[in-house]
Nanobody, 119 residues
Framework: QVQLVESGGGLVQAGGSLRLSCSTS????????MGWFRQAPGKEREVLAL????????YVADSVKGRFTISKNNAKNTIYLQMNSLKPEDTDVYYC????????????WGQGTQVTVSS
């Protein structure tokens, strides 16, 4: 498994921006898919964005497209989620996850970072 550490969450006013970071414990080039998810208590986990270290995968869910972007820095073993035009309904715990290519489920998860958007 890969150790993942998220950072960058916090409190922001509606309309503001935050950038989440997810650092991995080791190089996971080429054979891993990375993703950002969010989940509120009592709700299903929602996939927000996916990216591959090799770059051919860069997916953003329709629910946040146009406001959120996913990117990576291979040299720093870090992926990012840039979140703009934040809304109160974006308030959630945000998770970074990783899975080997070919696996159905994400097997490595970070501890989560809280994002709170005030109105």
């Amino acid at each position: 498994q890969v150790q993942l550490v998220e950072s960058g969450g916090g409190l922001v006013q509606a309309g503001g921006s935050l950038r989440l970071s997810c650092s991995t414990s080791r190089r996971t080039y080429s054979n891993y898919i990375m993703g950002w998810f969010r989940q509120a208590p009592g709700k299903e986990r929602e996939v927000l964005a996916l990216i591959s270290w090799s770059g051919e995968i860069n997916y953003v869910a329709d629910s946040v497209k146009g406001r959120f972007t996913i990117s990576k820095n291979n040299a720093k073993n870090t992926i990012y989620l840039q979140m703009n035009s934040l809304k109160p309904e974006d308030t959630d715990v945000y998770y970074c996850a990783a899975k080997p290519r070919g696996e159905k489920e994400f097997s490595s998860w970070g501890q989560g970072t809280q994002v709170t958007v005030s109105s």
